[in-house]
């Protein structure tokens, strides 16, 4: 397979990982009671996040990349909403990132990989979705 899928892959591998940290870490210290709704879903996120950064390391494996452990910047936030904020932008590299993986593995004919990150993608929108939903 192609370095540039490769590195695709290790980029949201990255992506990956910092959100999960990012998430599971807001769910540690977020305050209020809107808060503490939020944050049991941050957690839940994380998780999901957590089993996508696996499942595509274990991919890039497969064709022969090594999978990075270097998560992209972590990013708290002061307070709830400042944490939802984040976390949107975050879900909106993600969804944009992973429609460029989907495109490249459709031009080198990868299938396996494009069918990974239609998933991928799919949860990533629904994480936007929430996140849009519960900042008002």
Known sequence: ??????????????????????????????????????????????????????????????????????????????DWKEMVELNIKAEEEAISLYKEIIKIAWEEGDVTTRTLFEGILADEEEHHDYFTRVKD
């Open 1 to 78: 397979m192609s370095e540039r899928i490769k590195e695709h892959l290790n980029l949201a591998i990255a992506r990956e990982l910092q959100v999960s940290i990012q998430y599971l870490w807001q769910h540690v210290v977020v305050r209020g009671v809107k808060g503490q709704v939020v944050g049991d879903k941050m957690r839940e996120i994380g998780i999901t996040e957590m089993k996508h950064a696996e499942s595509i390391a274990e991919r890039l494996d497969y064709l022969g990349g090594m999978p990075t452990t270097k998560p992209n910047p972590i990013q708290i936030g002061e």
